[in-house]
């Protein structure tokens, strides 16, 4: 049993696949080839923005986020505790201080009530001027963005969604990809949308911050690659990687929806044994994972027992980020018991469109104790 199935979804697609790879090899126009172009343009009307730019992986679309809103030294940067490193990662690497504020254990995503109350709190002589608000929606769930929207406004902090998880999810007809004042994703291979290697995109509805972000991804170009007006990276999300993704965005609603039926297979199934994930009302999650939390100090035992029966499964995450070694200069006033718990209690089960019922029945049946 795979824990994600890439191989199975290839096998579907592969014709296709294989011809749009044909069609790069031979234009040769490698570095923002036409594909790039197509894609943006299908990823802008998928999550009803104005625009979206392809670059090198989620994790530089998160800086180039940071830097097209001016994000830089003297500034602090509010971030949840519980997700993947590159989300706080960005926030010192152009020079600016995270700070962190703890999740809401049934959604695993950020506290608006919390995001509040560090606000009040902060301390800008100490901590540099609050500028931005990093969400993340964690396991494909987006996050409250009704409530988080209401409070950067109220605040005057520009808003990030880090989508690198929820490509495909939604809250009514507001899809991810869509909140904040700009949205990153990630086209690593094993998220909802994924590629061949590494690539991801940021989406924004302003005219201004798209010009940024454009010129940021080559260098901080100008009216061409060698008039450089802005200190930029490289980063750009390959042609080649951009016509593997035409091919799978087409079947990305039919692969959610079959994840959907899983996921509701599973809480039906383990229901009053562990802590199930729940899906709010009018939201869509991508299900990224299914993430279910079991009793602190029986996740290893639960682990190793599966494991002998052959059934994979992960841990998302072991350590909130304010307890990693490399955040710690930024950690020392972070008081976050909800991410501390989750990072004890969380357990990620197999979950992917090519999975059979029976599959998921002995994932069940393991876990149930039930196995062989
Ligand atoms: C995967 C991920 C990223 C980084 O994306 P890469 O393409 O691997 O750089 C950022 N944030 C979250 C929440 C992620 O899951």
Redesign the pocket.
Known sequence: MEFIDLKSQYQRLQARIDARIKTVLAHGQFILGPEVRELEQQLAEYCGVRHAIGVA??????QLALMALEVGPGDAVLTTAF??F??AEVIPLVGARPIFVDVQEDSFNLDPAALEQAITVHDATRQGKLKAVIA?D?FGLPADYPRLEAICKKHNLHLIE?A??SFGGAIGTRKAGSFGDISTT???PA?PLGCYG???AVFTNSDELATALKSLRVHGKGTDKYDNVRIGLNSRLDTLQAAILLEKLPVLDEERERKQEFLERYNESLQGAFALPRIPDGYVSAI?QYTLRVESGQRSALQNRLRNVGVPTQIYYHRALHRQPALQAYAHKAHCPVSDRLSEQVLSLPIHAYMTNHEQDNVIEALLGRFP
């Open positions: 992986n989620g994790t530089d679309a998160l997700s993947f590159a989300t993340v964690l880090d690198a998880q990630s086209f690593f998220k590494d690539g991801g990224a």
